[in-house]
């Protein structure tokens, strides 16, 4: 049963010239494509699937600023000022509403964590509400359990990944901007240092500003020009259901399973520490910047299989630019599911909320989630040629940030004064080798 996605046309026609070119048809590369057409800016979207058909349309669908990252907190918090304009702009099918953020635990240590956060978030500008036992098993009372304690964050919320990156490539068309899918770009062309063409699959288009935001695959990119990216994919399992249940909360996280309501009235199912480290020669090349990450995650991850491999997002070779691409030999990142993974979150799920025991499961997939070694993204307009753009590695935080990215990746490129301070993002944090040339692996 494949990923829920609402599709979209393209656009008819691939250009023969652009102010800028994104690289990739997700929540980041439309939300940047977005603002740019709304401030008049000539830009194409390439996609080498659908649009949102990767982890955009695979994640929970939350848009949080709760348990957020210092560094991502800015973007967090400009992000559902945004969603709440695109709502106004593109209509309620986004699914976005404010709908507040539920974590209830018997776990002390982590209660303690959330509640030291909510002390920070409050200096920052943040309301988020830690809950005392009695609160906590109050606002779970659909659980039936009694509940150590919790947090709400009531100006948090959801947006449905089914339908929030193809409406906003719509918004980018009816702004004037171009969306091409199945339109892989190839690589690039550049004189002078600077970039002066994107080549796809279809043709060229002449630029001189790139915006790469293709996800897991933009180390594999970058690498064809010299840029190395650390970057590392872990494959995570969810599953939704139909609608049908009655009484449940928009968004409830515990440790046993996570339940989000889906734009359809249905819940999508998700347990955090579930995930697969499918091995790859990308993974081994940029194992000592994840070590630290490992070691600290080890219990929430488990060895994979060959899948990644075959795939091919995380390859070390380098393509010709006329011919197939691994690209285009894999249109969309769709691996397989863990039968086991997900048969455990929905009896976690049913056992949890009695509500769902009756309602039948809607779809199983898996997605690849792309991170970094810190956890953070790259947001950098000083990586490779002049005029390239790396916005990549969200580590799976990306789609409530996205439309803040967006529209931070078009202050950089138009030259307007950045929404939020960008240098925090630089790949340059992850050292110096990590932004020039380095041997063949």
């Known amino acids: 049963m494949p990923v829920p996605l609402l599709s979209v046309p393209s656009s008819p026609q691939l250009p023969a010239a652009a102010d800028v070119v994104v690289i990739g048809g997700g929540i980041i590369g439309v939300s940047a494509a977005y603002f740019l057409a709304k401030r008049g800016v000539s830009v194409a979207l390439l996609e080498k699937g659908m649009i949102g058909a990767e982890q955009s349309s695979r994640n929970w669908g939350w848009c949080r600023q709760q348990n957020r990252d210092a560094r991502e907190l800015p973007l967090a918090t400009r992000s559902l000022e945004l969603w709440d304009e695109l709502v106004a702009e593109l209509g309620p099918g986004l699914g976005f509403r404010r709908s507040g953020l539920l974590y209830l635990s018997n776990d002390e240590k982590e209660i303690e964590g959330w509640a030291e956060w909510c002390r920070f978030a409050a200096t920052m500008g943040v309301t988020s509400h830690p809950l005392s036992r009695e609160e906590a098993t109050s606002r779970g009372a659909i659980t039936g359990k009694s509940w150590k304690g919790g947090v709400f964050s009531p100006s948090d919320g959801i947006a449905d990944p089914a ?21 892989a770009a190839r690589g690039l062309e550049k004189e002078g240092g600077r970039v002066s063409a994107v080549v796809t699959e279809k043709g060229a288009i002449r630029t001189r500003q790139v915006v790469m935001a293709g996800g897991a695959w933009a180390s594999s990119f970058c690498r064809q020009f010299g840029v190395v990216f650390p970057q590392a994919s872990i494959r995570s399992s969810v599953l939704s ?38 091995p790859t020669l990308q993974q081994l090349r940029f194992a000592r910047y994840f070590l630290p990450m490992f070691a600290k995650r080890w219990r ?66 898996a997605g690849y989630v792309d991170s970094t070694p810190d956890g953070v993204p790259v947001i950098d307009p000083n990586v490779g040629p002049g005029g390239f753009l790396l916005a990549a590695g969200f580590s799976g935080h990306g789609f409530g940030i996205g439309p803040g990215a967006g529209q931070l990746i078009a202050d950089l490129v138009t030259g307007a004064e950045p929404s939020v301070d960008y240098k925090q993002y630089a790949l340059s944090r992850f050292g110096r080798s990590a932004r020039g040339k380095v041997a063949e692996f």
Do not use: N
């Open 163 to 183: 339908r929030a990156a193809p409406m906003i490539a719509e918004g980018i068309m009816r702004f004037g901007g171009t969306v091409h899918q199945s339109c």
């Open 241 to 278: 259901v139909e609608p049908g249940a009655e009484g449940l909360l928009d968004a409830l996280h515990t440790a046993d399973v996570t339940v989000t309501r889906r734009g359809d009235g249905g819940y999508t199912l998700a347990v955090s520490g579930m995930a697969k480290t499918d």
């Open 300 to 365: 929430s991850l488990s060895p994979g299989d060959l899948t990644a491999l075959r795939a091919g997002h995380e390859t070390i070779a380098r393509w010709s630019l006329d011919r197939p691409t691994p690209m285009e030999r894999m249109r969309i990142l769709d691996p397989a599911p863990s039968t086991r993974a997900t048969d455990k979150i929905l009896s976690r799920a049913r056992t949890l909320l009695p509500a769902l025991k009756q309602v039948p499961v809607q779809a199983r997939w």
